[in-house]
């Protein structure tokens, strides 16, 4: 038996371990009193990092920090992102700079079709206001131990692990749920994160308490009623209840042709050309909206049409290349449609320089 003075911390936590396991009450306290020859009142100041409540002690609570303070699982202290130089504002930009520049608690949904620089305004806004962000994307996959943390094993040891709604509680950090109409029913572990309340992590007895500047953003291509068209294959009905901690949508439109223009002129497109395809672009959306087909070009794919451009300097060549993913049918339609805008005919527009109706059905079907 070691003498008292030689009993360290890592003697009691081996023999605790060993015959009570990592979860233990007072009973392993005065075994150890027992087994080490030393006073009840030393145990205790031995193990005081490891108490997660009256009579209870958790082994794993404070190998939660050494696991963090290692190299390789530290989580990095500057989670601020990086300014985009090419960023040109648009829609609720500005309103959502506001609410995460106030640092104040308030949820906010933003909902869109795909494409239209949902993830990326809220990146933006954080990236201006200075403001840190961790994001997660959900699918229907993701659970609490996604989102909340769980146990892990490190070194031979099962040790906790925040998840990253813990990490943004703790930093006070925007946290961005992108995706969340992908979600199951195990998204609702998040209800008291949804009203500001704060965490119990129920697996190792700790209340986790919402940092000042805490807030949560979540984006979506439906509005949490699921998609009743099947372009959004995977998207789910959310809970009710769950829609309703969120006190404001945004309504995210594709930008206007003004700000369509400056988007890829930004990323080094052709002025004739960045004009050229956003005026194929909108044609090709109001058909979309007005029933007439089924796919539509979204800013980002008009961004990879540029940059595709800037790559091999052949027009043609960079939309076939964007566009090869819809069927032959459409792809051809576009293609002809794109020629056409190209040409600069006088047949395609209208004095407003939009397509009518009749015009544009007459292109696409052609």
Not at 125 to 134: G, P, S, V, Y
Not at 312 to 321: E, I, P, S
Not at 326 to 341: C, G, I, N, P
Request: aromatic share 10%; charged share 25%; net charge neutral.
């Amino acid at each position: 038996m070691p003498k008292k003075s030689e009993v360290s911390t890592a003697d009691l936590k081996r023999f605790i371990k060993r015959k009570y396991g990592n979860e233990f009450g007072n009973d392993a306290i005065r075994a150890c009193v027992t087994k080490f020859n030393i006073t009840q009142p030393t145990v205790f100041k031995r193990l005081s990092d490891y108490k997660v409540g009256r009579g209870k002690w958790n082994l794993t609570v404070a190998d939660l920090e050494k696991v963090f303070e290692a190299p390789s699982a530290k989580v990095d202290a500057n989670l601020v992102p990086s300014k985009d130089p090419n960023f040109v504002p648009f829609g609720a930009y500005n309103d959502l700079k506001k609410i995460i520049a106030s640092k104040s608690y308030y949820p906010v949904f933003i909902t869109g079709l795909s494409g239209n620089g949902k993830t990326v305004s809220v990146e933006q806004a954080c990236a201006n206001t200075k403001r840190d962000l961790i994001r997660v994307n959900i699918t229907i996959e993701t659970d609490e131990d996604d989102l909340i943390g769980g146990f892990r094993l490190v070194n031979g040891d099962t040790v906790w692990h925040n998840g990253p709604v813990v990490e943004a509680l703790e930093k006070g950090a925007v946290l961005l749920l992108d995706e969340i109409d992908l979600a199951s029913n195990k998204i609702l572990c998040l209800q008291s994160v949804l009203e500001g309340k704060g965490l119990f992590l129920k697996k190792i007895g700790r209340y986790v308490r919402p940092a000042p500047g805490f807030t949560v953003v979540a984006t979506a291509n439906t509005k949490g009623k699921g998609s009743e068209d099947g372009r959004f294959i995977g998207t789910n009905v959310l809970n009710e209840a769950f829609l309703e901690r969120f006190p404001v949508t945004f309504e995210q439109a594709y930008p206007s042709a003004v700000t369509e223009n400056k988007i890829l002129i930004n990323v080094g497109c052709d002025k004739e050309f960045a004009e050229n395809l956003v005026k194929w672009a909108g044609a090709i959306r109001k058909t979309f909206y007005d029933g007439g087909v089924d796919e539509i070009i979204t800013t980002r794919r008009l961004v990879h049409i540029a940059q595709a451009f800037n790559i091999f300097g052949d027009k043609l060549k960079a939309l076939t290349n964007c566009i090869n993913r819809f069927d032959e049918d459409t792809k051809q339609s576009f293609l002809d449609l794109y020629t056409k805008v190209d040409a600069g005919e006088e047949t395609v527009y209208n004095d407003d320089g939009q397509m009518t109706d009749e015009q544009l059905l007459a292109s696409l079907d052609e």
